[in-house]
């Protein structure tokens, strides 16, 4: 009895298969997302409900990271734009060195710190380390004001873009080492913007997926900044694949 | 249950018939029995057919089987069929697919009541009735469409129509401009306008990303502007700046010497200041803007179309002045899109239409009646844009500056930027006003580049007197012939004609900001965010110009 409908439903069933499938992906990835993913495209473009859970979800994803990039402006009138910005570092897993002292304040992996900070009240910040965090544009603000920062590493950040880069030129007179390696976002766009740091003396790009044709980049950034030290490593620089495409 | 199909004949089948697979059966044999019609009984048709399905290599049935079980197995071997595809099967189903959905289609179309016509109507034209109607696709009436839908308070509250002459935008101004952003002027409206734009494409894939769509890469180069200031205007730019830090732009004063520190190919003969811009200055692909927010825009629901607009249908309210004289107040009913290339109109019912036609503004209002009344009234003011022509060249000079080349604009009115980084400039000028260029086409002076624009680029930096024009095209500009800048409101004399035009050059910079305004104006009834008032059609009608006090 049921035999013809099972077999018309299985017959449904693999022509949905069939519509999963079914987008055209761009040139560029080289494979097709996971299943998963395209059984969420398929469901948002059957399902209103799905499309709104899966705006929400990147919605709230958003919100969080502004969150964590807030203005801590309380904290600033309280304690002084040095224990703010401090703070706003330890909040997100960062590490940073006060000018004049040689430890370091770190927070540990699950976000504890030891708030022994506090008592350096006044003293500005020499070296910050955001590796790894998801700082952005917004998060910048607490560091507005400090004349002194010297080191930067941004190593891996997530968030940090070209306008982030556009931005440092807060620090246009004492920044001297920036590390943006393994930034995700970073475009040669941004890279530009960093004519700004007069006194940069180190710089690390290695292994920015966003950067068109590295080569050259590297080269006119060398340019750019004479009397900078740069270091690009990750980079496939063999002419010869290059040579070989072309014919 | 259900019954064996060749045993019986078909009017006294007692057939199941939730199993579609059998209907199709039958449909395959009443084919059959059409054909064979002039066989006298019913019986022999039967037997007849038998022998041809059988003589089809196996119709119904995958394997070799005896007939009897073929018959008595007709419903599985059927379920099988579906499922193990062979490519002729396959295709004498599709094919009979195909078939049936001509026939119950002719069936259908000549029942009475059906709503054929010979006439094919065209999926293109735009609906018969909308809400808000855009004229001109470019990116000021995208932006306005999208933050129309965003400000919507209901879901698909809003039908938005935008109307675009050209959907190839091959003559557009949007993807034919340089794609400059700055802060540097001197209006405090110009510069909160680019401020908010630029926070706008900071945060682009927040409002423009789609989902499931590739995120919204703009080329944003932060290379800044740099203006250089002569002598003589050395004190407005001074000026400028400080309206600029106070409206929150991070821009810095250089002097020469800091200048040629800062840019040392750069010649500081003549030059006493400069400006630069740190942030949010810059540029970017026109195109990737325009299709982001075409993309959303149609995302949320905005019917795109592509057609011109050629006539308003508009009813007048006359009223009379104190003294006398008399008003007309006009109201558009309908707005006529005529379809390209073809004799084909659709007239739209809308209640609100927007002018963001650009260069071409000034004409679609001159349709309205703007500008044709007696000379001295309000009716007889003309909306003050009309298209200009300016050329961009492309430069290919490979001593020329690098990586940090900014978006430098000279006193002598000579701007260039970096165009990629193959050693590559795009370059151009504003012409005087008593040499404008024909606007009838799009061609190019060669001979402006040699005359106005290289000796004052190989001046400002020496390292242009060896360049190569590689490449060069033109592009209108909405050029507000009355204070060069931007038109956004209400006609006083037409009281559902929105304007968002005139910005002469800088609309596209602009376009995001200005896209919230008009959409604050047109749901909320004024200004929310950006008060923009003094950028009204009042100014026009006073004959208070708002000019930029500019360095050229």
């Not at chain 1, 987008?23 to 948002?44: A, G, Q």
């Not at chain 2, 026939?103 to 009735?129: I, Q, V």
Request: aromatic share 10%; charged share 20%.
């Amino acid at each position: 009895m049921s035999a013809p409908l099972m077999s018309l439903h299985r017959c449904f069933q693999r022509s949905a298969f069939c519509l999963v499938g079914r987008r055209m992906w761009s040139s560029s990835s080289v494979s097709p997302p996971p299943l998963h993913t395209r059984m969420l495209l398929f469901l948002t473009q059957r399902f209103y409900d799905i499309e709104m859970l899966l705006r929400w979800r990147s919605h709230m994803k958003r919100r969080s990271i502004q969150k964590k990039n807030a203005y801590y402006g309380y904290t600033k009138s309280f304690y002084g734009p040095d224990i703010a910005a401090a703070y706003y570092i330890l909040s997100l897993k960062g590490g940073f060195r006060y000018t004049g002292q040689s430890d370091w304040f770190r927070a540990d992996q699950r976000g504890k710190f030891s708030w022994d900070f506090l008592n350096h009240k006044d003293t500005s910040l020499e070296e910050v380390d955001m590796s790894y965090t998801v700082i952005n544009y917004t998060g910048l603000e607490n560091f507005y004001g400090q004349q002194s920062l010297k080191t930067l590493l941004l190593r891996g950040c997530p968030e940090v873009d070209d306008w982030f880069l556009a931005r440092l030129h807060m620090f246009q007179d004492s920044l001297e080492e920036l590390d943006i390696s393994h930034c995700p976002r970073i475009t040669t766009g941004g890279l530009a913007a960093l004519r700004n740091l007069k006194g940069l003396q180190r710089l690390d790009i290695s292994y920015l997926p966003g950067i068109s044709s590295p080569g050259l980049v590297i080269i006119l950034l060398e340019e750019m900044l004479p009397h900078c030290q740069i270091t690009a490593s990750g980079y496939d620089h063999n002419l010869r694949q290059q040579g070989e495409e072309e014919k | 249950m259900l019954a064996l199909p060749c045993l019986y004949p078909p009017q006294e089948e007692t057939c199941n018939a939730a199993s579609a697979t059998v209907a199709l059966f039958y449909t395959v044999l009443f084919t059959f029995t059409e054909r064979l019609a002039s066989k006298p009984t019913v019986m022999s048709t039967w037997r007849r057919l038998h022998v041809k399905v059988r003589t089809t290599r196996g119709l119904f049935s995958p394997r070799r089987v005896s007939e009897q079980s073929t018959w008595l197995c007709g419903r599985l071997t059927l379920s099988q069929s579906l499922r193990t595809g062979r490519p002729f099967r396959n295709d004498f189903f599709k094919d009979l697919e195909a078939q049936l959905a001509a026939m119950r289609k002719k069936a259908a179309d000549a029942l009475p009541g059906s709503s054929w016509s010979p006439f094919e109507p065209n999926p293109n034209l735009p609906p018969e009735r909308a809400d808000i109607v855009i004229v001109g696709g470019g990116v000021m009436g995208w932006s306005i469409a999208y933050w129309l839908k965003q400000k919507e308070r209901i879901q698909r509250g809003l039908k938005v129509v935008v109307v675009e002459r050209d959907l190839t935008y091959s003559q557009a101004s949007t993807v034919l401009s340089a794609g400059g952003i700055r802060q540097q002027f001197s209006l405090p409206e110009n510069i909160c306008l680019s401020l908010a734009s630029a926070e706008f494409m900071r945060n682009i894939n927040e409002h423009l990303g789609v989902l499931n769509e590739d995120p919204v890469d703009l080329q944003f180069n932060h290379s800044g502007y740099l203006f250089l200031a002569s002598q003589d205007v050395a004190h407005i730019m001074e000026e400028n700046y400080n309206t600029q830090r106070q409206a929150g732009a991070k821009v810095l004063l250089l002097s020469p010497a800091q200048l040629k520190e800062k840019f040392p190919w750069i010649n500081t003969d003549g030059v006493v200041l400069a400006s630069y811009g740190l942030e949010n200055e810059g540029w970017f692909d026109p195109w990737t803007l325009l299709n982001a927010f075409r993309r959303k825009a149609i995302s949320m629901g905005v019917i795109q179309c592509c057609g011109e607009v050629t006539d308003f249908d508009y009813t007048i309210n006359v009223m009379k002045t104190v003294d006398g004289s008399r008003m007309d107040f006009r109201r558009i009913k309908s707005v006529k899109v005529q379809m390209p290339n073809s004799l084909e109109y659709q007239a739209v019912e809308c209640a609100i239409v927007v002018n963001a036609a650009g260069a071409f503004s000034g004409k679609l209002a001159q349709m309205l009646g703007i500008g044709c009344g007696p000379k001295d009234t309000i009716a007889g003011i003309p909306l003050p844009v009309e298209p200009r022509k300016r050329y961009v060249y492309v430069v290919h000079c490979p001593d020329g500056p690098g990586l940090d080349c900014p978006f430098l604009i000279d006193y002598s009115g000579v701007y260039f930027r970096r165009e990629g980084l193959g050693g590559n400039y795009i370059t151009g000028a504003s012409p005087e006003e008593a040499e404008e260029p024909d606007i009838s086409n799009l061609e190019v002076d060669n001979q402006f580049f040699e005359d106005k624009v290289w000796p004052s680029l190989a001046y400002r930096v020496p390292a242009f007197e060896k360049l190569k024009v590689t490449s060069s095209w033109a592009g209108f500009y909405d050029y507000n012939t009355f204070d060069q800048n931007g038109i956004i409101g209400i006609h006083p004399l037409t009281n559902n004609m929105y304007f968002a035009t005139g910005f002469s050059g800088h609309g596209l910079q602009h376009s995001p900001a200005v896209g919230r305004a008009v959409a604050e104006l047109i749901l909320d009834g004024n200004f929310k965010t950006l008060d923009l008032s003094g950028l009204g059609f009042r100014r026009i009608l006073a004959q208070e110009p708002m000019l930029e006090r500019n360095i050229v």
